[in-house]
């Protein structure tokens, strides 16, 4: 079988311009147009082509550049400015502009919050044409890691540890320098120990601030000193110091219409937050707002509820799927008449007190007439009784439980993993973005914009197409 050769002196008759490079179906065509569209003044990015000094670079063409190459999983500044020198597609849509990854980097900082409403400018052009209904919307979260190391996260009782240690080293210290001045050593170590001292006294400063900010924020468990907004997160890949990523999806096409990122290690009190979002977005209320057990907290799908909004969350019930026992709590029915339980063995365990902080009613059975039943032991072995809790509003919980269980409640809530869980598969498997760049709440959230943004594109590509998705774009 003969073989091609390539040849690099071969003469070729080029095209004139960058233009000539990219064929016009090129996806890179559709986030030029896409950019194009937005309005930067809404965004927050001023425009001052008439401005004095030294010129800058478009902003348009820097906000190109971002989106561009998050969309195949390029946010590095340094990478940007090399795809912005040698790659085509990059070269085109600079239209031959080439910043240095400084300057890409600082367009990136300082525009943390104009970056953060892309995504709602994108949401708002996928209203416009008609690919997000806001009928029903779906809430999901993943856990994303920070860029900061666990090791620098501080609690209370790491930072008295460590003020204990630099305590005892700094009594050694001057032990060592008190033998020294009466051997009268002329060896120069005094010099080593003045400058260990003034080192832990550095240090000491450190973990003391540390330690008093800690004890003026009740909320704060840990601070991090490389990025003090992350928190610790517990997941499967073990603990880090990282961000808790929300995003909240249109149940037509799966479309993200907004993002959110937050400092804590779960849902449970998202729930209310992210809807109204993505409602203020939509400029009206969905129909349907649906969420995995995560986000099954009581008072936040009220909160939804309250607005005549339908609410699709299982109970952590619910989801677990467990069949209920003889002597599990499901199998006591509950009087509301008398406010007392019945077991199933017949006998009847009455109202004792309430855990106002925990939100939750005790009940418990006569301890003599557990004892003669002849479940003692395998129902309770207490001497008390038999005890079962009930929550202040677990009404409300068992409504929420039978709203779920509706057929067409489970419809929408079949729907969930193929809607909700596929943004957080692209933007971390295809996108390769499991983590942030960025430090800071502000510029987390800059990111997950832009990251949700991409995927809002890629997704219109699918849908829709270049041409025509460019034609609809205004090109």
């Given at each position: 079988m003969a073989y091609r050769y390539g040849d690099r002196r071969q003469n070729m008759l080029l095209p004139k311009s960058i233009e000539g490079y990219v064929p016009l179906d090129a996806a890179v065509r559709v986030y030029d147009a896409f950019v194009d569209s937005l309005d930067l003044e809404k965004l927050g990015i001023?425009?001052?082509?008439?401005?004095a000094g030294c010129p800058q670079y478009d902003p348009r063409a820097m906000l190109k550049l971002l989106v561009y190459g998050y969309s195949y999983g390029i946010r590095s500044s340094r990478k940007l400015e090399r795809e912005a020198r040698y790659n085509m597609s990059f070269i085109w849509l600079m239209g031959g502009l080439t910043p240095d990854h400084k300057?890409?980097?600082?367009?990136?900082?300082?525009?943390k919050i104009p970056l953060a409403n892309v995504l709602k400018q994108c949401a708002l052009l996928c209203i416009k044409v008609g690919l997000i209904e806001g009928n029903t919307l779906f809430a999901d979260g993943t856990k994303m890691r920070a860029n900061a190391c666990i090791n620098n996260s501080w609690n209370k009782e790491k930072c008295l540890a460590r003020l204990e240690r630099i305590d005892k080293r700094v009594a050694e210290v001057l032990n060592e320098c008190e033998e020294t001045d009466r051997q009268e050593s002329d060896a120069g170590s005094l010099v080593k120990m003045t400058e260990e001292l003034a080192q832990s006294s550095d240090l000491r400063a450190k973990v003391q601030g540390i330690l008093e900010e800690l004890n003026a924020t009740e909320d704060k468990?840990?601070?991090?000193?490389?990025?003090?907004?992350?928190?610790k997160i517990h997941g499967r890949q073990g603990s880090h110091a990282g961000y808790n990523a929300q995003t909240v999806v249109d149940g037509k096409h799966g479309l993200i219409v907004s993002s959110d990122v937050v400092n804590e290690n779960n849902d449970i009190h998202q729930f209310a937050t992210q809807i109204e979002q993505a409602a203020e977005t939509l400029g009206k209320k969905p129909e349907a707002a649906c969420?995995?057990?995560?986000?099954?907290?009581?008072?936040?799908?009220?909160?939804i509820d309250n607005q005549d909004i339908k609410v699709v969350v299982p109970s952590p019930r619910q989801a677990s799927k467990k069949e209920c026992g003889q002597f599990a709590?499901?199998?006591?029915?509950?009087?509301?008449?008398?406010?007392?339980?019945?077991?199933?063995e017949g006998g009847t365990l009455r109202y004792i007190r309430t855990e106002v902080e925990r939100g939750r009613r005790e009940y418990r059975a006569e301890p003599g007439a557990c004892r003669r039943c002849r479940n003692f032991g395998v129902c309770t072995s207490s001497r008390n009784g038999r005890k079962v809790t009930r929550l202040v509003n677990e009404e409300v919980v068992e409504k929420f439980e039978r709203q779920y269980e509706q057929p067409e409640s489970q419809k929408i809530y079949n729907l969930r993993k193929q809607k909700a869980e596929l943004p957080f598969a692209h933007i971390k498997h295809n996108l390769k973005a499991g983590g942030f760049l960025l430090r800071g709440l502000a510029g987390v959230r800059a990111e997950m914009s832009l990251l949700a943004t991409c995927f809002n594109v890629a997704r219109m590509i699918g849908i829709i197409g270049v041409s025509e998705l460019i034609t609809m774009l205004g090109r």
């Amino acid at each position: 079988m003969a073989y091609r050769y390539g040849d690099r002196r071969q003469n070729m008759l080029l095209p004139k311009s960058i233009e000539g490079y990219v064929p016009l179906d090129a996806a890179v065509r559709v986030y030029d147009a896409f950019v194009d569209s937005l309005d930067l003044e809404k965004l927050g990015i001023s425009v001052e082509p008439q401005k004095a000094g030294c010129p800058q670079y478009d902003p348009r063409a820097m906000l190109k550049l971002l989106v561009y190459g998050y969309s195949y999983g390029i946010r590095s500044s340094r990478k940007l400015e090399r795809e912005a020198r040698y790659n085509m597609s990059f070269i085109w849509l600079m239209g031959g502009l080439t910043p240095d990854h400084k300057t890409i980097a600082e367009y990136r900082r300082r525009n943390k919050i104009p970056l953060a409403n892309v995504l709602k400018q994108c949401a708002l052009l996928c209203i416009k044409v008609g690919l997000i209904e806001g009928n029903t919307l779906f809430a999901d979260g993943t856990k994303m890691r920070a860029n900061a190391c666990i090791n620098n996260s501080w609690n209370k009782e790491k930072c008295l540890a460590r003020l204990e240690r630099i305590d005892k080293r700094v009594a050694e210290v001057l032990n060592e320098c008190e033998e020294t001045d009466r051997q009268e050593s002329d060896a120069g170590s005094l010099v080593k120990m003045t400058e260990e001292l003034a080192q832990s006294s550095d240090l000491r400063a450190k973990v003391q601030g540390i330690l008093e900010e800690l004890n003026a924020t009740e909320d704060k468990k840990s601070i991090n000193t490389t990025d003090p907004d992350c928190t610790k997160i517990h997941g499967r890949q073990g603990s880090h110091a990282g961000y808790n990523a929300q995003t909240v999806v249109d149940g037509k096409h799966g479309l993200i219409v907004s993002s959110d990122v937050v400092n804590e290690n779960n849902d449970i009190h998202q729930f209310a937050t992210q809807i109204e979002q993505a409602a203020e977005t939509l400029g009206k209320k969905p129909e349907a707002a649906c969420a995995d057990a995560g986000y099954s907290n009581v008072h936040e799908l009220e909160k939804i509820d309250n607005q005549d909004i339908k609410v699709v969350v299982p109970s952590p019930r619910q989801a677990s799927k467990k069949e209920c026992g003889q002597f599990a709590k499901c199998g006591f029915t509950y009087n509301k008449e008398s406010d007392s339980y019945t077991c199933p063995e017949g006998g009847t365990l009455r109202y004792i007190r309430t855990e106002v902080e925990r939100g939750r009613r005790e009940y418990r059975a006569e301890p003599g007439a557990c004892r003669r039943c002849r479940n003692f032991g395998v129902c309770t072995s207490s001497r008390n009784g038999r005890k079962v809790t009930r929550l202040v509003n677990e009404e409300v919980v068992e409504k929420f439980e039978r709203q779920y269980e509706q057929p067409e409640s489970q419809k929408i809530y079949n729907l969930r993993k193929q809607k909700a869980e596929l943004p957080f598969a692209h933007i971390k498997h295809n996108l390769k973005a499991g983590g942030f760049l960025l430090r800071g709440l502000a510029g987390v959230r800059a990111e997950m914009s832009l990251l949700a943004t991409c995927f809002n594109v890629a997704r219109m590509i699918g849908i829709i197409g270049v041409s025509e998705l460019i034609t609809m774009l205004g090109r």
